[in-house]
């Protein structure tokens, strides 16, 4: 077997034409957890051939690198202020994004950010909660090296 795509929080178009040709209801698979940077606008400080949309396609086999630097970032505009319940973060397949800060703000320049620290390597996945009104998140080091994601998923807080 080949191909095959794991913990997908979206099914491919390929499989729901399969579940379409084997008689499924056809609406909208419902998603367990709300994903809000899924429709954001992905961006990072460099970029070593990997975009940083791809740390929010849904697919945590594909990822997104920065260039090896001082203080290297990614970040998702989410298009608005949310209440963030919690962030998500899959480390890259091949390396891994180590001590470093999730700052949540309302603002573009992150002065009014809530940073909430990471010591040692992302998981697959480490989960972080908050409570915190946020339009970006951005996952900075804290010292030189890459951000290396293979996902983001920034969940909103309950109600």
């Known amino acids: ?27 909208p698979a419902e998603q367990l957890r709300p994903d809000l940077a899924r429709a954001g606008t992905a961006s990072q400080s460099s970029t070593d051939g990997a975009a940083a949309a791809y740390a929010t396609d849904g697919d945590t086999s594909t990822d ?8 290297a970032w990614w970040q998702v505009d989410l298009g608005g202020t949310r209440r963030v319940g919690q962030v998500e973060i899959w480390n890259d397949t091949s390396m891994t994004t180590a001590d470093f800060d999730v700052q ?13 620290h990471v010591t040692g390597r992302a998981l697959r996945p ?17 010292g030189t090296g890459r951000v290396a994601l293979a996902h983001v998923l920034v969940h909103p807080a309950r109600t």
């Open 126 to 142: 480490t989960l972080l909660d908050t409570d915190a009104e946020a339009r970006y998140i951005r996952i900075k080091l804290t």
């Open 64 to 71: 997104t690198r920065t260039l090896s630097q001082p203080g």
């Open 1 to 27: 077997m080949k191909d095959n795509h794991t913990k997908l929080d979206r099914l491919p178009s390929r499989a729901l034409a399969v579940a379409a040709r084997a008689g499924a209801h056809g609406a």
């Open 104 to 116: 949540l703000a309302r603002t573009a320049d992150f002065s009014d950010a809530t940073t909430l």
